[in-house]
């Protein structure tokens, strides 16, 4: 007993991670999904669709045509009866078609290609900008790594069938009709006889296919979890070497190492074998063409059997068998695959954004930014009351702050403000305006939010300010740098505003990055300003520095700060105590400190809380 | 073929594989040549001179022959495939081997997507070309060399003439390998890019939305995914120039065949069955010709990958333990004599004549802005980086006379950004200490503050973190966090700027839970606000990786004008006339 739990102990590393795996694997077949895809297609019905199935046919035709000509016209024509003319001319019509179907064969590459990139990318455009429009909860829930996969992977991986899957299986389809119906003219017993290899060919470009492909599917997801530990473990090396668990990991590594090996060698094996068995169906083809062919040469086409000529016409169009029916078996693999990518796209798709606008909605040239809370409800699902019949007024050019302990109500209040929500009763008025009939756009425009994390876009300084206001010139921007008090840190930079920053960098300092935002909300040049949290990860020597800028930023605007600390709130016009969606009480910071009520025994309790550690 | 030496402990034992592979891919070269020659003999020999006898056979060979073929290529691709599959295994184990071990100097400039497109991409170039490039190349020698032979065993004049287009195909398929690299790269950078975008974007949603930035990021990605597609379509328009082109060269040949060939039959210095089987053999060396630059292609970028993966195995340890390294318990004494510590030459040192001593059991307090080296002086005492001048000792010796899984194992490090796996609570909690009972594991958390909040999810101890994972808070982070340090019962705790991203509320429950664990053990804590160190028995107040004012906090607190009053100060505004109106 006691060295079975040795041994349970010894292993528990082996199993210390784990990873879930996001992908599209197939889903089955479904026509609403086919038409909803074909709709991307229409713009480009009469152009390049057309075009190249235009050229498809020619080539195709000619693919066709000319075995019929080498081996009917050639061999059993001209070389037989020693015809060098005929010989001649067919070296020439030949000759011609080639160059025709060279010029097509350019031609349908080319169109093919400008379809299957103009889908996808108006898909892509689609995808993206719905995603856009989407609210904040959509983001929340989902990590950035599978909508991004959705926005990249998963179009992409339409592209093919998009683009040469449509026409090859059109191709596909019309060379075997063209192939079986050549051979039956020719000679209807040698046709039947050869084309016995058909079903086998099906099978094979199917079914076994459809094994394989099962099983590279577990190398991807074995190397998708591999690489998924890869990752981590570079970001977390530093944990893991304090915790000194280098060893544990390796050995964690190889398990899953050794899984995608085997996974690996399963795959390849049935992979393997894929080859043997079409060469082999081919080879039996061909066993009947040698053995029935030239039983049915003996006979003599006047009894009943065929020529020499007809015999290599088989011969070259036996080999012409396969290629289509192997690319209609991955097409339909394909279809298969792209079932389920187009189902994960079109979930997306078919998200909708919390809020909606009303038809010729009210477009805010100006904003004032007197706000108003008439009664106002609200809940996030049905039994949790985020808002309890709010009533409150912000006057234009005021700062209000709002105060409350997490889930009192604070956020909400800022998201029903800039319209992420419509209350569920009453109205929310901004400049007297009720914003259900106004216009998102217009709306957000005048508002600005300063968050707690800034986010730093890979690029110059000066573009990551002018996100604020992309249409504002050079110094605009070092002009509200300059403002803010950014200006000081951004010129000791050797390269100053052209200095290269990314999020992950180390270039700028939490402070400096908050200054960053203060300016690009300068930049936009807001009515309504919120501040969410904005400087709860300084420190207190930068928060100082900061106090300065934050004032000029929020001078002649209404302002709405939410925050835990006081030092940031003190000078507010106005304090709103929120508990449980209610207004407990409100007024200025020594207001509240004079009356001794709720606010006042925040406060001291946040001092209290200090001086017991 | 340098790298491909230097890279030979990996493929070198699995050796056998390749050569085995190699001897089947003999048989298939040779029976996929016979195919033509037995239609020949089909036609001139049994056809022309009527002996049906022969028949079955050559029906029965052609079979036999055939299944032979199948066997051997299902063998050939197989083992092909092993040989690069099991190298790559090989290398992979010993790639992130080599990855636990380098220090934090080397992370420090490595950047994480580009050592994970070495081990994922260029593991699978270098997979590539030894399963499957380098028996191409042999491949393709072969099929062409025995095709060759056939064709001038039939009709010297005939094979020339056939082959008279050959070079220009040959000049087409290296001018395609020339333009084709550049553009496919063009493609995969504007892919990149492209995806670059929609990442930050939605890695920044948050500060979009707050400025209402949708339709410049809507025309932002409309330029990048436009690019995208230009970038593709001018890459199609190569395909569409070039295999068409190759194809039509090919086909040249088949006309120059059946018009040269024809006439030869005529004149009866042909057998018809001989030009039958040119049609075949042209192709099958037209079909590998227009590979080959492809094969090329990939041998060099197989080389660079190898190179690349070369970087990583050859890195410079620079952390080396040493031989008969001390493996003792750590009571916790820390002393540091004159420690500077530079991370890189040129560079203005970190840390500059750094001297303390902290006996077991007390408590060191680290204050100052970012940069100014107090992050710098934990990571010396488990010996992350090694200083440059001074000694840090710990119980009096040296950090480099320990064993570092001995020196390691005695420190509990909370870091501010509470990095946690992608696994379950408990084990996330273990990380350090995998052998931890689950009453140990809850004893940690409980002591963490941990456990009430942990109880309250579903699933407990189950639940799993990690990007797909259950959302935590901050704080709640923060306080697993602790937990897995205490795990470990170490005698040094590190707790570095440990609670300055949490409220005040939590930040008052994690203190309380570090002042429990602190107990009995060498504390040292770096922060920013006054009452997270206040209780300290030395503090130490860093600036530009000097110590500038040191004492506890009463001692400090009676220097006018110092840098540890001014932040006092500033944190302790309200505070007198707060506390002092509630009596």
Same mark, same amino acid.
């Given at each position: 007993?006691?060295?079975?739990?040795?041994?349970?102990?010894?292993?528990?590393?082996?199993?210390?991670?784990?990873?879930?795996?996001?992908?599209?694997?197939?889903?089955?077949?479904?026509?609403?999904?086919?038409?909803?895809?074909?709709?991307?297609?229409?713009?480009?019905?009469?152009?390049?669709?057309?075009?190249?199935?235009?050229?498809?046919?020619?080539?195709?035709?000619?693919?066709?045509?000319?075995?019929?000509?080498?081996?009917?016209?050639?061999?059993?024509?001209?070389?037989?009866?020693?015809?060098?003319?005929?010989?001649?001319?067919?070296?020439?019509?030949?000759?011609?078609?080639?160059?025709? $179907?060279?010029?097509?064969?350019?031609?349908?590459?080319?169109?093919?290609?400008?379809?299957?990139?103009?889908?996808?990318?108006?898909?892509? @455009?689609?995808?993206?900008?719905?995603?856009?429009?989407?609210?904040?909860?959509?983001?929340?829930?989902?990590?950035?790594?599978?909508?991004?996969?959705?926005?990249?992977?998963?179009?992409?991986?339409?592209?093919?069938?998009?683009?040469?899957?449509?026409?090859?299986?059109?191709?596909?389809?019309?060379?075997?009709? %063209?192939?079986?119906?050549?051979?039956?003219?020719? $000679?209807?017993?040698?046709?039947?006889?050869?084309?016995?290899?058909?079903?086998?060919?099906?099978?094979?470009?199917?079914?076994?296919?459809?094994?394989?492909?099962?099983?590279?599917?577990?190398?991807?997801?074995?190397?998708?979890?591999?690489?998924?530990?890869?990752?981590?473990?570079?970001? %977390?090396?530093?944990?893991?070497?304090?915790?000194?668990?280098?060893?544990?990991?390796?050995?964690?590594?190889?398990?899953?190492?050794?899984?995608? !090996?085997?996974?690996?060698?399963?795959?390849?094996?049935?992979?393997?074998?894929?080859?043997?068995?079409?060469?082999?169906?081919?080879?039996?083809?061909?066993?009947?063409?040698?053995?029935?062919?030239?039983?049915?040469?003996?006979?003599?086409?006047?009894? %009943?059997?065929?020529?020499?000529?007809?015999?290599?016409?088989?011969?070259?169009?036996?080999?012409?068998?396969?290629?289509?029916?192997?690319?209609?078996?991955?097409?339909?693999?394909?279809?298969?695959?792209?079932?389920?990518?187009?189902?994960?796209?079109?979930?997306?798709?078919?998200?909708?954004?919390?809020?909606?606008?009303?038809?010729?909605?009210?477009?805010?040239?100006?904003?004032?930014?007197?706000?108003?809370?008439?009664?106002?409800?609200?809940?996030?699902?049905?039994?949790?009351?985020?808002?309890?019949?709010?009533?409150?007024?912000?006057?234009?050019?005021?700062?209000?702050?709002?105060?409350?302990?997490? %889930?009192?109500?604070?956020?909400?209040?800022?998201?029903?403000?800039?319209?992420?929500?419509?209350?569920?009763?009453?109205?929310?008025?901004?400049?007297?305006?009720?914003?259900?009939?106004?216009?998102?756009?217009?709306?957000?425009?005048?508002?600005?939010?300063?968050? @707690?994390?800034?986010?730093?876009?890979?690029?110059?300084?000066?573009?990551?300010?002018?996100?604020?206001?992309?249409?504002?010139?050079?110094?605009?921007?070092?002009?509200?740098?300059?403002?803010?008090?950014?200006?000081?840190?951004?010129?000791?930079?050797?390269?100053?505003?052209?200095?290269?920053?990314?999020?992950?960098?180390?270039?700028? $300092?939490?402070?400096?990055?908050?200054?960053? $935002?203060?300016?690009?909300?300068?930049?936009?040049?807001?009515?309504?300003?919120?501040?969410?949290?904005?400087?709860?990860?300084?420190?207190?020597?930068?928060?100082?520095?900061?106090?300065?800028?934050?004032?000029?930023?929020?001078?002649?605007?209404?302002?709405?700060?939410?925050?835990?600390?006081?030092?940031?709130?003190?000078?507010?016009?106005?304090?709103?105590?929120?508990?449980?969606?209610?207004?407990?009480?409100?007024?200025?910071?020594?207001?509240?400190?004079?009356?001794?009520?709720?606010? !006042?025994?925040?406060?001291?309790?946040?001092?209290?809380?200090?001086?017991?550690? | 073929?340098?790298?491909?030496?230097?890279?030979?402990?990996?493929?070198?034992?699995?050796?056998?594989?390749?050569?085995?592979?190699?001897?089947?891919?003999?048989?298939?070269?040779?029976?996929?040549?016979?195919?033509?020659?037995?239609? #020949?003999?089909?036609?001139?020999?049994?056809?022309?001179? &009527?002996?049906?006898?022969?028949?079955?056979?050559?029906?029965?060979?052609?079979?036999?022959?055939?299944?032979?073929?199948?066997?051997?290529?299902?063998?050939?691709?197989?083992?092909?495939?092993?040989?690069?599959?099991?190298?790559?295994?090989?290398?992979?184990?010993?790639?992130?081997?080599?990855?636990?071990?380098?220090?934090?100097?080397?992370?420090?400039?490595?950047?994480?997507?580009?050592?994970?497109?070495?081990?994922?991409?260029?593991?699978?170039?270098?997979?590539?070309?030894?399963?499957?490039?380098?028996?191409?190349?042999?491949?393709?020698?072969?099929?062409?060399?025995?095709?060759?032979?056939?064709?001038?065993?039939?009709?010297?004049?005939?094979?020339?003439?056939?082959?008279?287009?050959?070079?220009?195909?040959?000049?087409?398929?290296?001018?395609?390998?020339?333009?084709?690299?550049?553009?496919?790269?063009?493609?995969?950078?504007?892919?990149?890019?492209?995806?670059?975008?929609?990442?930050?974007?939605?890695?920044?949603?948050?500060?979009?939305?707050?400025?209402?930035?949708?339709?410049?990021?809507?025309?932002?990605?409309? +330029?990048?995914?436009?690019?995208?597609? /230009?970038?593709?379509?001018?890459?199609? &328009?190569?395909?569409?120039?070039?295999?068409?082109?190759?194809?039509?060269?090919? +086909?040249?040949?088949?006309?120059?065949?059946?018009?040269?060939?024809?006439?030869?039959?005529?004149?009866?210095?042909?057998?018809?069955?001989?030009?039958?089987?040119?049609?075949?053999?042209?192709?099958?060396?037209?079909?590998?010709?227009?590979?080959?630059?492809?094969?090329?292609?990939?041998?060099? #970028?197989?080389?660079?990958?190898?190179?690349?993966?070369?970087?990583?195995?050859?890195?410079?340890?620079?952390?080396?333990?040493?031989?008969?390294?001390?493996?003792?318990?750590?009571?916790?004494?820390?002393?540091?004599?004159?420690?500077?510590?530079?991370?890189?030459?040129?560079?203005?040192?970190?840390?500059?004549?750094?001297?303390?001593?902290?006996?077991?059991?007390?408590?060191?307090?680290?204050?100052?802005?970012?940069?100014?080296? /107090?992050?710098?002086?934990?990571?010396?005492?488990?010996?992350?980086?090694?200083?440059?001048?001074?000694?840090?000792?710990?119980?009096?010796?040296?950090?480099?006379?320990?064993?570092?899984?001995?020196?390691?194992?005695?420190?509990?490090?909370?870091?501010? &950004?509470?990095?946690?796996?992608?696994?379950?609570?408990?084990?996330?909690?273990?990380?350090?200490?995998?052998?931890?009972?689950?009453?140990?594991?809850?004893?940690?958390?409980?002591?963490?503050?941990?456990?009430?909040?942990?109880?309250?999810?579903?699933?407990?101890?189950?639940?799993?973190?990690?990007?797909?994972?259950?959302?935590?808070?901050?704080?709640?982070?923060?306080?697993?966090?602790?937990?897995?340090?205490?795990?470990?019962?170490?005698?040094?705790?590190?707790?570095?700027?440990?609670?300055?991203?949490?409220?005040?509320?939590?930040?008052?429950?994690?203190?309380?839970?570090?002042?429990?664990?602190?107990?009995?053990?060498?504390?040292?804590?770096?922060?920013?606000?006054?009452?997270?160190?206040?209780?300290?028995?030395?503090?130490?107040?860093?600036? +530009?990786?000097?110590?500038?004012?040191?004492?506890?906090?009463?001692?400090?607190?009676?220097?006018?004008?110092?840098?540890?009053?001014?932040?006092?100060?500033?944190?302790?505004?309200?505070?007198?006339?707060?506390?002092?109106?509630?009596?």
């Amino acid at each position: 007993m006691a060295t079975k739990d040795m041994k349970l102990k010894e292993k528990r590393h082996l199993k210390r991670f784990y990873y879930s795996v996001d992908q599209a694997i197939e889903k089955p077949f479904n026509w609403k999904q086919i038409w909803r895809l074909i709709v991307y297609l229409k713009p480009y019905t009469r152009t390049y669709l057309l075009g190249a199935i235009l050229a498809m046919v020619v080539s195709t035709a000619i693919r066709l045509a000319i075995p019929l000509l080498i081996g009917k016209a050639a061999f059993d024509t001209a070389i037989k009866n020693e015809d060098t003319t005929l010989l001649i001319n067919l070296v020439i019509i030949i000759g011609v078609l080639y160059l025709i $179907s060279y010029i097509a064969n350019y031609l349908r590459i080319k169109w093919v290609n400008l379809l299957g990139q103009n889908v996808i990318y108006d898909l892509r @455009q689609h995808l993206f900008t719905h995603v856009q429009g989407l609210s904040n909860n959509f983001f929340d829930s989902r990590s950035a790594g599978s909508i991004l996969v959705r926005i990249m992977n998963d179009t992409n991986s339409l592209q093919d069938l998009f683009s040469n899957g449509i026409i090859n299986l059109l191709m596909d389809i019309a060379t075997l009709i %063209g192939i079986v119906t050549i051979l039956f003219t020719l $000679s209807p017993k040698l046709a039947i006889a050869v084309l016995v290899i058909l079903p086998l060919m099906f099978y094979i470009s199917t079914v076994l296919r459809r094994k394989i492909r099962r099983t590279w599917q577990e190398v991807r997801i074995q190397q998708s979890r591999m690489n998924s530990h890869l990752n981590e473990s570079i970001q %977390g090396i530093r944990i893991t070497q304090s915790f000194t668990q280098e060893k544990e990991n390796t050995e964690f590594f190889d398990g899953l190492n050794t899984d995608n !090996y085997n996974a690996w060698i399963n795959a390849t094996k049935k992979s393997a074998m894929f080859r043997p068995f079409v060469e082999m169906s081919n080879a039996v083809g061909t066993v009947i063409l040698i053995a029935y062919g030239a039983h049915l040469i003996i006979l003599g086409p006047s009894n %009943g059997g065929i020529e020499l000529g007809t015999f290599i016409a088989f011969a070259f169009f036996l080999g012409m068998f396969w290629d289509p029916i192997s690319r209609l078996g991955q097409m339909y693999n394909q279809l298969l695959v792209a079932m389920a990518s187009s189902e994960r796209i079109f979930e997306y798709l078919d998200e909708k954004p919390n809020v909606d606008e009303v038809e010729n909605p009210y477009e805010f040239k100006e904003m004032k930014g007197h706000i108003e809370f008439d009664k106002v409800q609200f809940s996030y699902d049905q039994d949790r009351i985020a808002l309890h019949e709010i009533s409150l007024e912000m006057k234009s050019g005021q700062t209000i702050a709002l105060v409350g302990h997490t %889930g009192s109500g604070k956020s909400t209040i800022a998201n029903l403000i800039s319209r992420f929500y419509d209350p569920t009763q009453g109205q929310v008025k901004i400049d007297g305006q009720n914003l259900r009939e106004t216009s998102l756009k217009s709306l957000r425009q005048h508002i600005s939010v300063v968050l @707690q994390d800034t986010f730093i876009f890979s690029g110059t300084i000066m573009e990551n300010i002018r996100f604020g206001r992309p249409d504002a010139s050079d110094e605009e921007v070092i002009e509200a740098a300059k403002t803010v008090g950014a200006d000081d840190f951004i010129s000791r930079l050797a390269k100053g505003y052209q200095t290269e920053v990314e999020e992950r960098g180390n270039i700028l $300092s939490a402070g400096e990055r908050q200054l960053l $935002s203060f300016a690009r909300a300068l930049l936009a040049n807001p009515s309504i300003i919120i501040l969410d949290e904005a400087t709860a990860s300084i420190d207190t020597e930068t928060e100082l520095k900061i106090q300065g800028a934050l004032r000029r930023l929020l001078k002649g605007r209404t302002s709405i700060i939410i925050a835990h600390r006081l030092s940031t709130i003190r000078e507010a016009d106005n304090i709103y105590v929120l508990e449980h969606g209610k207004i407990l009480e409100n007024g200025s910071h020594d207001e509240l400190m004079e009356s001794k009520g709720e606010y !006042y025994e925040l406060v001291r309790s946040q001092f209290q809380m200090l001086d017991a550690i | 073929m340098d790298t491909f030496r230097k890279l030979k402990e990996f493929y070198w034992p699995y050796r056998k594989y390749f050569f085995w592979s190699l001897f089947f891919l003999f048989f298939v070269t040779v029976i996929t040549v016979v195919y033509p020659i037995i239609l #020949q003999i089909t036609i001139d020999e049994v056809v022309a001179k &009527e002996k049906y006898e022969l028949i079955p056979w050559i029906a029965t060979v052609f079979f036999v022959l055939m299944l032979i073929k199948g066997i051997a290529t299902f063998y050939h691709q197989f083992l092909g495939e092993r040989f690069g599959v099991v190298t790559v295994y090989k290398l992979r184990d010993a790639l992130y081997k080599k990855l636990q071990i380098l220090s934090f100097k080397y992370y420090d400039n490595a950047k994480t997507g580009d050592i994970m497109s070495r081990l994922t991409s260029d593991v699978e170039g270098f997979r590539f070309f030894l399963s499957f490039g380098f028996a191409e190349l042999i491949r393709i020698i072969l099929l062409i060399g025995i095709s060759l032979s056939v064709m001038f065993y039939y009709s010297v004049p005939l094979t020339l003439v056939t082959m008279a287009a050959m070079p220009f195909l040959i000049i087409v398929v290296m001018r395609f390998e020339k333009v084709a690299h550049p553009a496919f790269r063009g493609i995969r950078k504007s892919f990149g890019k492209l995806n670059t975008r929609v990442q930050e974007n939605i890695s920044g949603m948050q500060t979009v939305k707050s400025l209402s930035r949708e339709d410049f990021e809507i025309g932002r990605f409309s +330029n990048s995914n436009d690019d995208y597609r /230009k970038n593709y379509i001018s890459t199609s &328009e190569l395909w569409a120039k070039f295999f068409p082109l190759m194809e039509f060269i090919g +086909n040249v040949c088949a006309v120059a065949l059946l018009a040269f060939g024809g006439y030869l039959v005529i004149a009866g210095n042909l057998a018809l069955g001989e030009l039958m089987a040119f049609f075949s053999l042209v192709w099958y060396i037209m079909g590998p010709l227009m590979n080959v630059g492809y094969v090329i292609n990939m041998f060099s #970028q197989a080389k660079a990958s190898g190179e690349r993966l070369r970087e990583i195995l050859e890195e410079h340890e620079d952390i080396i333990v040493k031989e008969n390294a001390v493996k003792d318990h750590i009571e916790g004494h820390v002393t540091f004599k004159d420690v500077t510590l530079t991370y890189t030459k040129d560079d203005d040192s970190a840390l500059k004549n750094i001297s303390f001593d902290a006996p077991p059991g007390k408590t060191i307090g680290l204050i100052g802005s970012t940069g100014s080296g /107090k992050t710098s002086v934990t990571q010396l005492i488990t010996r992350f980086y090694e200083p440059e001048s001074g000694e840090v000792l710990v119980d009096g010796r040296p950090v480099k006379e320990y064993d570092l899984k001995t020196l390691r194992n005695h420190i509990g490090f909370v870091l501010q &950004e509470s990095f946690l796996f992608s696994t379950s609570i408990r084990e996330n909690i273990a990380y350090g200490n995998p052998d931890a009972t689950d009453e140990q594991i809850i004893e940690a958390a409980k002591r963490a503050q941990a456990h009430d909040f942990i109880m309250e999810m579903p699933k407990g101890y189950d639940t799993l973190l990690g990007e797909r994972g259950m959302g935590l808070s901050g704080g709640q982070k923060q306080r697993i966090a602790i937990a897995r340090a205490i795990c470990v019962d170490p005698s040094i705790l590190v707790l570095d700027d440990a609670t300055s991203a949490v409220d005040m509320e939590t930040e008052f429950q994690i203190q309380k839970a570090l002042k429990e664990v602190m107990k009995g053990r060498t504390s040292f804590i770096i922060a920013h606000r006054i009452s997270s160190l206040k209780h300290a028995d030395e503090i130490l107040v860093l600036e +530009n990786g000097k110590v500038v004012e040191r004492g506890t906090h009463d001692e400090l607190l009676r220097k006018e004008n110092g840098a540890y009053k001014r932040i006092y100060d500033i944190q302790y505004q309200d505070h007198d006339a707060i506390m002092n109106s509630v009596n």
